[in-house]
Every structure is written in C-alpha cells, then in structure tokens.
C-alpha cells in the first residue's frame, strides 16, 4: 500500500512546488513580541504553535489573499472579522495531524526525489530549459525561504497529499453516493402558516410627532440630489467643411480642421468670448440639454436619452467640470464635442410636507413588519406549549393563510430559498419561524421520505457529478478521526492578548 503511495505523489510534484513560494512574506506588524518563552496559542499531537509563529502563518495568509485585496495594510481585528485567525488555525492543526500520520504511516520523499523535480520544472529553469541555481535562488530570496525550508516544507506537503489521496482511493462511495442521492430528491411534509407584510391590516393612523421621527432618522433618503444644466457644442464633418472648404473626401483635413475648431472655440469661449456669438462666428451647434441629475434622470423622474450625450459624456460633466465650465475636446466617433456646464444647482434637503406622502408608507410599512412578527411568534409559543397547529394559529389570525401536512421538494418556487433551507435542515415536530422581507412562516416538519433509486444510470450520473462533495465530505471525517487520535487544543487566552 505505502508504495502505491509513493508512486502516485508524482502525479501532483508540480502543482505542489509553488503553494509554498505564490506568498511573500510581508511583514504586517500583528503580534507583539514580549510574551516570553512559553507564548502557545496552539498544541496539535503534541507540537506546540507559539505566537511567533502563528504570526508568519498569519503574514502568510494575509500575502496569499493580497492579489485580491491589493497592497491594503490589514490589522489584526480586520483579520478576526474576516475569519482569517481561525481559518489560520485550521490551517495549522490539518496540516500538523496530516504530518503526524504520515510518519506514522512510513510516508517519507527523498531529498533526492525532491531536486530532481526542482530540476524538472520550467519555473526553475533557463531559456534553453536547463535548470539554473540562479533562478531557483532568486525566486526563494524573493520570498524570504531558504532552500532547506523549502525542501523539508515540499517534502512534508507532498507526503500529505500522498496520505489523503491514498485515504480517497480505497473508499468506496456509493453507499454516500445514495444517502446524497436520496437526500437531494427527498420530500418533507410540513404544516405552515405564512404571512404577507403588504396584506398586514393597520387600522391605527400616524401621528404627525412619529412621521416627523421618521423624517429625521431618514433624512438622508429625502434629498434633492443635485442637477446641472449642461449644454454641449457640436462639431460635424460637414461643419469643418464648409468652415475651411475642404473637398468631401479629404478625411484626414476635415478630422484636423474638427479638432481645430474645437481648440480655437475653447480659446474664444475661455478669453471671454459670449457662447452664443463663438457658435456663430465658427457655424457650429450648441445643445442645450433639460436639467440633469448624475444618473441621467430629469427633474420629474424620468430617464434622458441622448445618442450623441452618452453616459461618458455625463460624467465629464458632473466629475471633471465647474460651474461655467468647458471641457477638452471629445471625439465620440463621428463628431467632436465640447461639453459645457452652465449651472450648478445643490442637492438639498426636501421639505418635510414633500415627503409626507413617503413617510407614511415607511410608517406603515413598519407597522405591517411589527404586526406580522408579533403573530408568527405567539403561534410558535402556543405550538412550544404543546397547542395543535390550526388551533394556535386560529387564536392568533383566523383569516390567516394555513397549509396542513402539505409535501415540498428541496426546490419549490412556492417558498423562499431560507424557508426551504431551514425546512431540509430542521428536527421533525419542532416549531421554527422564518422572517424575510415579503413573507413570515411559521412550520412544523411532520415527515421525511426518502426515494428509491430507480434510474440507475441517473444514479451513477450523479455519482459522477458528486465526486468533489465526495472527496470533501471523506477528508472532512478523516480529519475529525485525527482530531481525537492525536488531540488539538486553543488557547485562547493567549489569543485574545496577542494583539490588544
């Protein structure tokens, strides 16, 4: 068994050599360095981790995420937020049990083995494909590893994935094949109560003192954005033309005398010339556009559309140009342009009579949300105080929309998804409430049946399907196994002081 191991680590030497060096080792500055000699945030069958070197691991997370992040610095309680403190840990303890049971077990590559890999790779190697010592240096010194840490970390790395890839060969996964198999095309019966918050009854009516609250906690969604009224200059071929006349299919002339145009305008305009008398004296057009907002949208609401005045053109407006201001000279394709901006009117507060109409439905809208969760939850009560389904839910709302014993696959577009999540992963005869944003349900699981297989080349389709989740599921129980063979213990004590 160990030499089937051993012969199938050469299948992944490659892919492996570079997950050690694809992080640098940039110093981030999370831990402190005075705890003393016995600093052990972690204990994996019986290898202590220490601060400092839970730091390097940290630093090398947090480079090997850098690509996505950018060069963004990144403190210690950004890394606890983001989860990279105890993925970091279990980080730790999979590959210290991994490395524990494979010299258990005997698994062991040669530091020969190891170079002629090294040798083989065209990372490593010169133009003509030879392998150079100063390029495999190069690369090690740009990522802060000496060569014997890098073999001994190669080494263990390829001994560990020799360890998990024997441990998926010799299982047999049809019998998890079917469970998953069944479990994806089971039924569960269930009664359910829902309610929708827009067919809330709210008989009770606002008072001016609560919308005037909710006027100010939402001050910020009753603004009048800001509008420019933005005008621009056109230039056509056929106005260059007739400007200097040029002969029509003079192209190259005509698209100079354009540009020209629109310099000598931007000249004029700039010296203090009146727009209206430069767009005179040059034969050109001046558009003038409604007032505007940056998302294109007029006063009234609705959208502006402009084949010439695209959205490239409203941001030169609203982000590179000042009231009374002219922009450069814009080709869009056939024309050129000359934008302009020649008022700028301030996003202001609306007036709170304005906006009552707006506040009303927020207030009503809250209500609806309030009166629906207080019903779902005194019929999960009564259903805890053992009361029968349909009678909690008639003491609570008569009118309200009951489904008894009703069955439901794992995809029903009749429920949400976090109704029918909940629902697949729920005790049987225990209450459980979902609150959405439209709907509130309040259910009781009542059975599960499982299917038989009955296609079996579907089966063995899935089965197919199912291998990645297969091999996930499979090292996910082999790692608990070594998880209580060889013991992990936190201290989180230690944690918690690293960084305050």
Known sequence: MLKEMKNSSEKFFVKLIFSLISASFIFFGFVKSDFGADSTVLSVAGTKISAKEFDEELRRQIAQIRRI????????????QMGFVDQIIDNLAYRILLDKEAKELGIEVSNEKIYEIIKATKEFQDDKGNFSPEQFAYILEVNNISENKFVSELSKQIAREILINSIMSNVDNSMMAEILYKNDAQKRTFDV????????VITEQPK???????YEIN??????????????????????????????????KTYKTMIEMGEDIIDEINGGAKVEDTVKTFGVSKVVLPDLNVDGKKRDGSAFN??????????????ALDEKGISDVLDNGENIMLV???????????????????????????????QASQKVNKISTLLDNGEKFNDAVKKVDTKANVILNTTSGRFNNLYTTNFLSKLFNTEKDKPFVIKSDDIYYVAVLRDISLPEIKDKAEFEKFKEQKKEAFAGIIVDDYISYLYKK????????????LFN
Do not use: C, H
């Open 486 to 497: 060889y013991g992990v213990k936190r201290y989180d004590k230690m944690l918690n002081r």
């Open 340 to 370: 302009m901006v020649d008022a700028v009117y301030p996003s202001k507060p609306k007036s709170f009579e304005s906006v009552k109409g707006e506040i009303k439905n927020i207030w009503k809208r809250t209500a609806q949300i309030a």
């Open 208 to 214: 001016d003192d609560e919308l005037k609250e909710i």
């Open 219 to 252: 001050s910020s969604k009753f603004i009048q954005p800001e509008f420019r009224k933005i005008s621009y200059i056109l230039i056509t071929p056929e106005m260059a033309r007739k400007y200097r006349d040029i002969k029509k299919s003079d192209d190259d």
């Open 306 to 319: 402009d084949k010439t005045f695209t959205q490239k053109f409203r941001d030169i407006a609203f982000f």
């Open 193 to 200: 109560v829902s309610f929708k918050v827009a067919n809330e």
């Open 69 to 80: 992040l950018g060069n963004t610095r990144i403190n210690y309680k950004q890394a606890l």
